[in-house]
């Protein structure tokens, strides 16, 4: 008589198998989540350094010759959302970033304020925009404000053919950028969710243990002929 385990034959789970895996294990799973979540809040409240935006925005101007030719008009704006482009890669320049630090009245290195701005061109408009990025709100407004008040002569001296003007001064931040806490405290709880329930069918399915009849057809290539009653 073969009582091996039939390892040929594929595992096959139902879903009434799952629902009762994460029923018989529902403690298992509650302190795994409550143990992923808490991690995970206590990592993003205490752990990571929070750091604080400061925003400066600009508008494009590009000269036009004649401001009533509805063509030219037309042209300008799309030389301006062009300019936009050439004006973020010129605030990319080591020269630029030097010019800051030197308004700034800190020592930073360039490859340090370099990390800290990012620029983007918002979409289908003539606006730039100066993100800075770093653990002191006193220091992002800072940079900012020096971006602002150095970036309009600087690339005006570059570009005569258009003008950049400050349209949206830089803020002190309220409060952190980053981490997003509870963002991530949700994801740490979806996480120990599905790590609970996984663990909750996985130790079920590795479990070979007999206690009925079904256990016995189920995991063994052999025939019941008899079933001894219990006796109580």
Do not use: C
């Not at 994460?22 to 991690?39: C, D, G, P, W, Y």
């Not at 949206?168 to 991530?184: E, I, M, W």
């Amino acid at each position: 008589m073969n009582q091996e385990i039939n390892r040929d034959q594929p595992t096959e789970i139902s879903l009434v198998d799952i629902l009762l895996s994460l029923k018989n294990h529902i403690v298992l799973i509650i302190l795994i989540t409550a143990l992923f979540t808490s991690l995970f809040w206590v990592v993003n409240k205490f752990v990571i350094v929070p750091t604080y935006d400061s925003t400066v925005k600009f508008y494009i101007e590009a000269s036009v010759t004649d401001e009533d030719n509805p063509s030219l008009g037309l042209q300008a704006v799309n030389l301006a959302q062009r300019i936009a482009n050439t004006y973020i890669e010129l605030m990319k320049t080591n020269s630029f970033y030097s010019l800051l630090t030197e308004h700034i009245g800190i020592d930073l290195p360039v490859s340090e304020l370099r990390e800290m701005i990012s620029y983007k061109s918002v979409q289908d408009t003539e606006i730039l925009e100066a993100n800075v990025r770093t653990t002191d709100p006193d220091l992002s407004l800072k940079i900012a404000s020096t971006i602002a008040k150095v970036a309009p002569n600087a690339m005006n001296e570059i570009k005569s053919n258009a003008t950049l003007t400050v349209i949206d001064q830089p803020l002190r931040a309220k409060g952190h950028s980053t981490p997003h806490v509870a963002r991530n405290t949700a994801l740490g709880l979806v996480l120990g969710l599905f790590m609970g329930s996984i663990l909750a069918i996985l130790i079920d399915m590795f479990n070979i243990k007999i206690r009925t009849e079904e256990d016995i057809t189920k995991n063994f290539d052999i025939t019941i002929i008899g079933v001894v009653p219990k006796i109580s």
